[in-house]
């Protein structure tokens, strides 16, 4: 880089000498022959550069001393420093001595930028000059400067007073809390926690027990109450049902099923053998409970009203019981649960028999096949399913799966890499959206406001850790993106230039605060070439504050 | 609100993880996993139900790309016996009315079509379901019919498993008996795919009727490695649903039909899934499968009560295993291979057959079967086809074809 050095000619540059005190009226920069920013130099093609604005503005070079100096302008007679010339001509009023306040030039002023003295500083090429004089001191105290300033309450280091003071502002006034109890002042090490928290678990729709079907409601909200009533009722009724699931039961039933012969709905005795024993107990219990809507259809008794069928069959062969019964027996004329292959087939060679030795009235209508009959067994099977309380149960048609999918489809953050990061890494963040949207929480409106202000610590912050370089990464990637998905989250107020982290935001707005455009761009472009890196540094440490 | 966000958060997590678990990124498809766990859940709402399933497939998946043992002893286990398969058949007959309006329509179209013959030949090539569809042809026939002296069916069935032809023989035997048909049944034990419909015991010259109900699509299965190969000579569709035109990846079923029209059936019904998840591309496909799913579940959600032992068993026995299928396997073994009637259409067509249109009076005692359901379904014509929604939603769709 031909313009690092100083000594260059070409560009006019010299640099401020040591000593300072020679001249008092000329301000601390020297000025230059003709210099100007150099649009020959190459480095033209580095992005992120929005252009030079002045770009015949004078460079000035400045010694670190010059730069850190805080009291300039001396006074003679009684050595007192000044940070400003025209405080020191005030002051030599009070010595008797000439002074002369200094006017401002009128015609067009000539423009100065600045350079970081720090040679291995991305600054210190002319091309990358800052525009402000405070701007490069306070550049200069942050990056190579030794930070003096300590927050009391988080031990957070600034070399600017003006840094330092903006941060214990907000040091500890917000705070997140897990579910699980735990509080952080931190974001990242809060978002780390919350992906691997147990508690954050627990509270979702895993229920501990199958065999209570009242678990299911657990997950529910106010909606389930009104389920609730009619499957108190039906919990007894469940539980036996349920309690059809346990093995040990089954086991005991099927041996004597074994030899039994068909299992259709036939007049033979044995037929509906699958419940002979306990269960039948629990199913009559059943019947006599059975009040709730569940149950509520005649047909679909015959699905479990099983000793009926003993009874009745035996005596009669009308075509309707019969079909009544067959037509609900074929759920259980298989061995259901399979303990082995040759049961089922043993059971099947012993329906061959029977059936070929008549009872052709029984399996004939075996499968409801007449078309009166089908809408009976149709309709039962619609009322055995029970419309109506079963949408009382389970939960509201709005929340359909095909509804759901459609939306999530609609909302398509999966596309994006912004959203994928989002979804492993921060899923909270979404639920942080969320709650912006709906319930406006109050960390949240707290960033908003210190955003708002013009905080730069915030920045400063996702400047020192590695997690939310990550962070920053993504939106700093693809902001116009993200605010897109604001744009749907936060239903299209007019925040929508800020996201969760305020950093997008910030880097369009934030002109103030000491903050050049410039600087802003440095930082981003330093950002970009760890990127590929970062991904996987990321889930490493990721995984690495897992182990909770 | 907070609930209809967790749905979609977990609608994203699950296309994201299969996204990572396609692209190879398992340690971060395993984080997603993580979060689903605790996200879905099979006694939940039907979204997280789906969700659990989907998420289980996922699992297999990535268990399968990454090592090989395991996925074998784990399928060993959760294989389902004939008995099971036969059970949860069943609870798909009961639980939804595709079935039913499939038969209705198919006897229907059949009856028709056989209008003034004496003797009719059925080819099954779906028989699971038992043997209801054929009784009711048989009553309904008998109904159409009355005056029609010995009336001569012969049912022909294909399935793997004897013990099912057994069963089935028996029970139209006796139905047929009672109808007073001359009835004959050759049992073809065997898989489709191993078939050769050139080898079926069917006399040429006698009126045929092919049905087919929701197993066509196992034929698509074929070795994918291989087909793609041969696919990049030939410009690749961008539905990734092999393009019938291109001749190497579709060539059993291709054969397939070809011997079908070969025998000359007057007419053949096809029912199939109304969804394209024969793609190679796992996220494609997962998407696709978790709308035409998500469906699925969402009727039982509307018609059963989430605490039906049946309906949880259903959901993991049979909807599950199709899940699986579909996510996990890959090449010859995934069988499920949805497509819509779109790509059947043309694939038929190049078989030989023509498109015949549904009988309208199968339609309209479908129409009038829906009633006995919850509402919630239709059914649509279009073009010359019969589709069975839910709510929008196209899941099955019935045409009829002739030689």
């Given at each position: 880089?031909?313009?690092?050095?100083?000594?260059t000619?070409?560009?006019?540059?010299?640099q401020?000498?040591?000593?300072?005190?020679?001249?008092?009226h000329?301000?601390s920069?020297?000025?230059?022959?003709?210099?100007?920013?150099?649009?020959?130099?190459?480095?033209?093609k580095?992005?992120?550069?929005?252009?030079?604005?002045?770009?015949?503005?004078?460079?000035?070079?400045?010694?670190?001393k010059?730069?850190?100096?805080?009291?300039?302008?001396?006074?003679?007679?009684?050595?007192?420093?000044f940070q400003r010339?025209?405080?020191l001509?005030?002051?030599?009023r009070g010595?008797?001595?000439p002074?002369?306040?200094?006017?401002?030039?009128?015609?067009?002023?000539?423009?100065?930028?600045?350079?970081?003295?720090?040679?291995?500083?991305?600054?210190?090429d002319?091309?990358?000059?800052?525009?402000d004089?405070?701007?490069?001191k306070?550049?200069y105290?942050?990056?190579?400067g030794?930070?003096?300033?300590?927050?009391?309450?988080?031990?957070?280091?600034?070399a600017?007073q003006?840094?330092?003071?903006?941060?214990?502002?907000?040091c500890?006034?917000?705070?997140y809390?897990?579910?699980?109890?735990?509080?952080?002042?931190?974001?990242d090490?809060?978002?780390?926690?919350r992906?691997f928290?147990?508690?954050?678990a627990?509270?979702?729709a895993?229920h501990?027990?199958n065999?209570?079907?009242l678990g299911?409601?657990?997950?529910?909200?106010?909606?389930?109450?009104?389920g609730l009533?009619?499957?108190?009722q039906n919990?007894?009724a469940?539980?036996?049902?349920?309690?059809l699931?346990?093995?040990?039961?089954f086991?005991?039933?099927i041996s004597?099923?074994?030899?039994h012969?068909?299992?259709f709905?036939?007049?033979?005795?044995?037929?509906?053998?699958?419940?002979?024993?306990d269960?039948?107990?629990?199913?009559?219990?059943?019947q006599?409970?059975?009040q709730g809507p569940?149950?509520s259809s005649?047909?679909f008794?015959?699905?479990?009203q099983l000793?009926?069928?003993q009874g009745?069959?035996n005596?009669?062969?009308?075509?309707?019981s019969?079909?009544?019964?067959?037509?609900?027996?074929n759920?259980?004329?298989?061995s259901?649960?399979?303990n082995t292959n040759?049961?089922?087939?043993?059971?099947?060679?012993?329906q061959f028999?029977?059936?070929?030795?008549?009872?052709?009235?029984g399996?004939?209508t075996?499968?409801?096949?007449?078309?009166?009959?089908s809408?009976?067994?149709?309709?039962?099977l619609s009322?055995?399913?029970g419309n109506?309380s079963?949408?009382?149960?389970?939960?509201s048609p709005?929340?359909?799966?095909t509804?759901?999918l459609?939306?999530?489809a609609?909302?398509?953050s999966t596309t994006?890499?912004?959203?994928?990061?989002?979804?492993?890494r921060?899923?909270?963040?979404?639920?942080i959206?969320?709650n912006?949207?709906?319930e406006?929480?109050?960390?949240?409106?707290?960033?908003?406001?210190?955003l708002?202000?013009?905080n730069?610590?915030?920045?400063?912050n996702v400047?020192?850790n590695?997690?939310?370089?990550?962070?920053?990464?993504?939106?700093?990637e693809e902001?116009?993106?993200?605010?897109?998905?604001?744009g749907?989250?936060?239903?299209?107020s007019?925040?929508l230039t800020?996201?969760?982290?305020?950093?997008?935001g910030?880097?369009?707005?934030?002109?103030?605060?000491?903050?050049?455009?410039?600087?802003?761009?440095?930082?981003?472009?330093?950002?970009?070439?760890l990127?590929?890196?970062?991904?996987?540094?990321?889930?490493?440490?990721?995984?690495?504050?897992?182990t909770? | 609100?907070?609930?209809?966000?967790?749905?979609?958060?977990?609608?994203?997590?699950l296309?994201?993880?299969?996204?990572?678990?396609?692209?190879?990124?398992y340690?971060?498809a395993?984080?997603?996993?993580?979060?689903?766990s605790?996200l879905?859940?099979p006694d939940?709402?039907?979204?997280?139900?789906?969700?659990?399933?989907?998420?289980e497939?996922?699992?297999c998946?990535?268990?399968?790309?990454?090592?090989?043992?395991?996925?074998k002893?784990?399928?060993?286990?959760?294989?389902?016996?004939?008995p099971?398969?036969?059970?949860?058949?069943q609870?798909?007959?009961?639980?939804?009315p595709?079935?039913?309006i499939?038969?209705?329509?198919?006897?229907?179209?059949?009856?028709?079509?056989?209008?003034?013959?004496?003797?009719?030949n059925?080819l099954?090539?779906?028989?699971s379901?038992?043997?209801?569809?054929?009784?009711?042809?048989?009553?309904?026939?008998k109904?159409?019919f009355?005056?029609?002296?010995?009336?001569?069916i012969t049912?022909t069935?294909?399935?793997e498993?004897?013990e099912?032809?057994?069963?089935?023989?028996l029970h139209?035997g006796v139905?047929?008996?009672r109808l007073?048909?001359?009835?004959?049944?050759n049992?073809?034990?065997?898989?489709?795919?191993?078939?050769?419909p050139?080898?079926?015991p069917?006399k040429?010259g006698?009126?045929?009727?092919?049905?087919?109900v929701?197993?066509?699509?196992?034929?698509?299965?074929?070795d994918d490695d291989?087909?793609?190969?041969?696919?990049k000579?030939?410009?690749?569709?961008?539905?990734?649903?092999l393009?019938?035109?291109?001749?190497?990846?579709?060539r059993?079923?291709?054969?397939?039909?070809?011997?079908?029209?070969?025998?000359?059936?007057?007419?053949?019904?096809?029912t199939?899934?109304?969804s394209n998840?024969?793609?190679?591309?796992?996220?494609?496909?997962?998407d696709?499968?978790?709308?035409f799913?998500g469906?699925?579940?969402?009727?039982?959600?509307?018609?059963i009560?989430?605490?039906?032992?049946w309906?949880?068993l259903?959901?993991?026995?049979?909807?599950?295993?199709?899940?699986?299928?579909?996510?996990?396997?890959?090449?010859?073994?995934?069988?499920e291979?949805?497509?819509?009637?779109e790509t059947?259409?043309p694939?038929l067509?190049?078989?030989?057959?023509?498109?015949?249109?549904?009988?309208?009076n199968?339609?309209?005692?479908?129409t009038?079967?829906l009633?006995?359901?919850?509402?919630?379904y239709?059914?649509?014509?279009?073009?010359?086809?019969?589709?069975i929604?839910?709510?929008?939603?196209?899941?099955?769709?019935?045409?009829?074809?002739?030689f």
């Amino acid at each position: 880089m031909a313009a690092a050095s100083s000594s260059t000619p070409f560009l006019g540059i010299r640099q401020e000498n040591q000593s300072q005190v020679t001249q008092q009226h000329q301000s601390s920069t020297v000025a230059s022959s003709t210099a100007t920013t150099p649009p020959t130099v190459p480095q033209k093609k580095r992005r992120n550069q929005p252009g030079t604005p002045y770009p015949d503005a004078e460079v000035i070079a400045l010694s670190p001393k010059t730069l850190m100096a805080t009291n300039r302008f001396i006074c003679e007679v009684c050595n007192k420093g000044f940070q400003r010339e025209q405080n020191l001509q005030l002051h030599r009023r009070g010595h008797n001595l000439p002074w002369k306040l200094k006017q401002k030039t009128t015609k067009e002023p000539k423009r100065k930028v600045y350079l970081c003295p720090e040679p291995t500083c991305v600054h210190h090429d002319p091309s990358r000059a800052l525009g402000d004089l405070t701007g490069i001191k306070k550049h200069y105290s942050r990056k190579h400067g030794e930070k003096k300033w300590k927050c009391d309450k988080c031990s957070k280091k600034y070399a600017v007073q003006s840094d330092w003071k903006a941060h214990s502002k907000t040091c500890g006034t917000r705070e997140y809390r897990c579910d699980c109890g735990t509080l952080f002042s931190r974001r990242d090490s809060f978002i780390t926690h919350r992906a691997f928290c147990d508690a954050l678990a627990h509270e979702s729709a895993r229920h501990p027990s199958n065999l209570n079907p009242l678990g299911t409601h657990l997950y529910g909200t106010n909606h389930m109450s009104l389920g609730l009533g009619a499957q108190l009722q039906n919990q007894a009724a469940t539980n036996s049902i349920l309690s059809l699931g346990s093995a040990p039961k089954f086991e005991h039933l099927i041996s004597p099923n074994l030899h039994h012969s068909s299992s259709f709905g036939v007049q033979s005795p044995p037929h509906s053998s699958f419940f002979m024993t306990d269960p039948n107990q629990a199913f009559q219990d059943l019947q006599s409970q059975q009040q709730g809507p569940l149950f509520s259809s005649k047909q679909f008794h015959g699905l479990m009203q099983l000793p009926d069928l003993q009874g009745t069959t035996n005596n009669s062969s009308s075509a309707s019981s019969v079909s009544a019964s067959a037509n609900n027996t074929n759920l259980f004329n298989l061995s259901f649960f399979p303990n082995t292959n040759s049961s089922g087939s043993i059971i099947n060679d012993h329906q061959f028999n029977n059936i070929s030795g008549g009872n052709n009235q029984g399996t004939a209508t075996h499968y409801s096949t007449n078309s009166p009959v089908s809408n009976q067994v149709g309709s039962g099977l619609s009322s055995l399913f029970g419309n109506s309380s079963v949408q009382q149960d389970n939960m509201s048609p709005h929340m359909s799966a095909t509804a759901l999918l459609q939306k999530a489809a609609q909302m398509g953050s999966t596309t994006t890499t912004n959203g994928s990061s989002s979804l492993l890494r921060g899923t909270e963040e979404l639920g942080i959206r969320s709650n912006m949207e709906n319930e406006h929480s109050n960390h949240l409106r707290g960033l908003m406001n210190s955003l708002a202000n013009g905080n730069t610590s915030i920045f400063g912050n996702v400047k020192g850790n590695e997690n939310n370089l990550g962070q920053f990464h993504n939106v700093v990637e693809e902001p116009k993106k993200l605010s897109q998905n604001l744009g749907v989250c936060f239903g299209g107020s007019d925040k929508l230039t800020l996201d969760f982290l305020g950093v997008g935001g910030m880097v369009r707005n934030m002109n103030s605060g000491g903050f050049s455009q410039r600087e802003q761009q440095h930082s981003m472009g330093t950002m970009s070439p760890l990127d590929p890196k970062l991904e996987s540094a990321q889930a490493n440490q990721h995984f690495g504050t897992s182990t909770l | 609100m907070n609930w209809e966000r967790k749905g979609i958060r977990l609608v994203h997590l699950l296309k994201h993880c299969a996204k990572l678990t396609e692209s190879g990124n398992y340690f971060d498809a395993d984080i997603a996993l993580y979060r689903l766990s605790s996200l879905a859940s099979p006694d939940g709402d039907s979204l997280q139900r789906v969700a659990t399933h989907f998420s289980e497939a996922l699992a297999c998946c990535q268990v399968a790309k990454n090592l090989r043992g395991v996925p074998k002893v784990l399928r060993l286990v959760k294989t389902l016996s004939t008995p099971e398969q036969q059970l949860v058949k069943q609870l798909f007959f009961d639980f939804y009315p595709f079935l039913n309006i499939a038969y209705t329509i198919t006897n229907r179209t059949i009856i028709e079509a056989m209008e003034g013959e004496t003797t009719i030949n059925v080819l099954d090539l779906s028989p699971s379901s038992g043997a209801v569809q054929w009784i009711r042809l048989m009553q309904g026939l008998k109904e159409r019919f009355p005056n029609t002296p010995c009336l001569k069916i012969t049912v022909t069935a294909i399935h793997e498993k004897k013990e099912v032809l057994e069963q089935m023989g028996l029970h139209l035997g006796v139905e047929a008996e009672r109808l007073h048909f001359h009835f004959q049944f050759n049992p073809v034990v065997s898989s489709l795919e191993s078939l050769d419909p050139e080898t079926l015991p069917i006399k040429k010259g006698e009126p045929l009727a092919i049905s087919c109900v929701l197993q066509l699509h196992s034929l698509l299965a074929t070795d994918d490695d291989n087909a793609k190969q041969n696919m990049k000579k030939v410009n690749p569709s961008p539905d990734s649903a092999l393009s019938p035109f291109s001749p190497c990846p579709s060539r059993k079923m291709d054969c397939f039909l070809y011997g079908l029209w070969k025998l000359q059936p007057k007419v053949m019904v096809i029912t199939e899934q109304e969804s394209n998840v024969n793609g190679s591309s796992l996220t494609q496909r997962v998407d696709r499968a978790l709308n035409f799913y998500g469906a699925l579940f969402d009727c039982l959600e509307a018609s059963i009560s989430r605490t039906l032992v049946w309906r949880t068993l259903f959901e993991k026995m049979l909807l599950g295993e199709e899940i699986k299928n579909i996510v996990a396997c890959e090449g010859v073994e995934r069988k499920e291979r949805h497509e819509k009637l779109e790509t059947w259409i043309p694939r038929l067509e190049l078989a030989g057959f023509r498109r015949v249109p549904i009988s309208s009076n199968g339609i309209w005692l479908a129409t009038r079967m829906l009633q006995n359901y919850v509402p919630g379904y239709n059914i649509r014509q279009e073009n010359k086809c019969l589709f069975i929604y839910w709510k929008e939603i196209p899941l099955f769709s019935v045409s009829a074809w002739k030689f």
